[in-house]
Structures are given as C-alpha cells and as structure tokens.
C-alpha cells in the first residue's frame, strides 16, 4: 500500500495535525469493509445533520448509540437464540458496528428508529468564546512629533 508523506503540512501549519491523522488513517483503512449497514448522510441547513442507517430487523434494544471524543459509534447485535430457518434470507440482519468522525463542536441531539430506519440528528453549535468577532479600533486624536533628539512629544488636536 503506498502512503502519502504529511510532514510539509505539519511544517506549513499548526494544529493541523488531528486532519493529517485522520486523512492518514482513511487512506490506510482496510478496502474489504463491509457496507453494511447502508447509510445516508444528510445536510438538513446550515447547523443541522442527519445520518440514517437502514437497520431492518433491529429492534429499538438490539442497537447502541455511542459518542466518544468526536466519534460516533453505532453497533447493532441480535440477542442470543434468535436463530431462524429461512427458504430465502435477503434481508441482512447480522451484527455490525458503523463509525463516524465528527468534526469539532458537532453534537449528536437525537435518535430515533422508525420503519427499519435509524436517524440520528446531529447539530453544530460552535461555542460563542469560538465564534469571529469583530475588533473595533479606538479612535484618538493623538499625534506623535519628535523633535530631534529628545523622546516623542504628545500632542492632542
């Protein structure tokens, strides 16, 4: 597998190095994952998210939702003895665990499972201390003039 050398980026900026880490880890994850189960990821506005995950046959207590430090882990298992007999199985209803990176200061708000479909909402609220603010300039009259050699002379106009 070839990789790609990040160090010009760590050279060239700072605090890029949590996105280095993981474009590095994308490039080297394992391609035979499954895609299961299929997802969705939707932008609702500016703020808001949505991702849905196609989880038919799972039932509300068989699946768990988890976020940790900007990682949302969803896992789906069927309780022991659920064993059937089909003619046919097209439906995959197997364990699985789905993960995604969340940017900083994405939240997870809800979740909610309705016809075999599990949406779990997702805000941005990026904390006021975070968010551009404009600077204003004092305005004052003051000028400075030097005179030859001695310290600058305050005048106000």
Not at 25 to 35: E, V
Not at 110 to 127: H, R
């Amino acid at each position: 597998m070839n990789s790609i050398d990040l160090s010009p980026l760590y050279r060239n900026s700072i605090g890029f190095d949590r996105f280095a880490s993981l474009l590095d880890s994308a490039l080297s994850s394992d391609t035979s994952a499954t895609g299961y189960p299929p997802y969705n990821i939707e932008v609702l506005d500016d703020n808001r998210y949505a991702i849905t995950l196609a989880v038919a046959g799972f039932k509300q207590n068989e699946l768990d939702i988890k976020v940790e430090k900007n990682l949302l882990t969803v896992r789906g298992s069927n309780p022991p003895g659920t064993e059937r007999k089909y003619l046919y199985h097209g439906i995959a209803d197997r364990a699985f665990e789905r993960k995604f990176n969340l940017a900083d200061y994405i939240e997870v708000t809800d979740a909610e499972l309705v016809n075999g479909l599990l949406t779990i909402s997702l805000v941005k609220e990026v904390p006021d201390v975070m968010k551009p603010k404009t600077i204003t300039m004092n305005r004052t009259n003051r000028v400075l003039e030097h005179n030859g050699d001695e310290n600058a002379v305050e005048n106000n106009v």
